[in-house]
Structure formats: C-alpha cells, structure tokens
C-alpha cells in the first residue's frame, strides 16, 4: 500500500484545511487509515482514523467540533477536514494504514504503511 498526503498549506488562525490521503496498491488489505502530526519539538500525536469499511471515525479529544474524517472507497481516498485552526495545529500531517483490526488506532506504532507528510502552518 502507498499513501500519498496533501491539501497541506499556510492559512490564518480561524481558517481552513482540507487534506487528502490517496491511497494505491492493496488497499483491500487496509483495515483503517489514520491521521497523525508532528510539531517541532514535539513527539507525534493522532489526530483521526476512519475504518475503511465501515467508515467508523475517531478523534483526539482536543481537536473534536473541528475537524471531520471521511473516504471515499472509490477513489481510495481519505480527506480531513479541519475548520477553526489554530496556531497550535502547525505541524507536519501524514496519513498512515493498518492491515489488521487494531483496538487502538491512536497508537502510530501498530500502522502499517506511511506516507510523507504534509506542512499546516497556521499564523497567528
């Protein structure tokens, strides 16, 4: 599986993103496709993850009411949308697959597959 990540950008505080992961080869073998960031300095955190099946989502606490994960099994493709950035947002996003049914799909340790990472920066 190969994932490619974009839609990233440099917006204003209180603007918006749409970020896509399009996902090729085997992906009748993915099981879900998560979101996860990096900040400078900072370790990486999960953002979002959506069962490709499914279509189940999931969302880290602190970014809920701001951001929505969909996909689109046609295209074999993942957005994120996020509304409301803040300068805290700025990082670095990838979008990453799992094979197997994991319980834990905020742990970036059990993901299968990554794609390069897209720049958010959001000023202040």
């Known amino acids: 599986v190969q994932l490619q990540a974009s839609g990233g950008g440099l917006v204003q505080a209180g603007g918006s993103l749409r970020l896509s992961c399009a996902a090729s080869g085997r992906t009748d073998s993915i099981y879900a496709v998560g979101w996860f960031r990096r900040a400078p300095g900072k370790h990486r955190e999960f953002v979002s993850a959506i069962e490709w099946r499914s279509g189940a989502s999931h969302y880290v606490e602190s970014m809920k009411g701001r951001i929505a994960i969909s996909r689109d099994n046609v295209k074999n493709t993942v957005l994120l949308q996020m509304n409301g950035l803040k300068p805290e947002d700025t990082a670095v996003y990838y979008c990453?697959?799992?094979?197997?049914?994991?319980?834990?799909?905020?742990?970036?340790?059990?993901?299968?597959?990554w794609g390069l990472g897209t720049q958010v920066t959001v000023s202040s």
């Open positions: 990453a697959a799992v094979r197997t049914e994991i319980g834990l799909l905020l742990a970036s340790n059990l993901y299968d597959y």
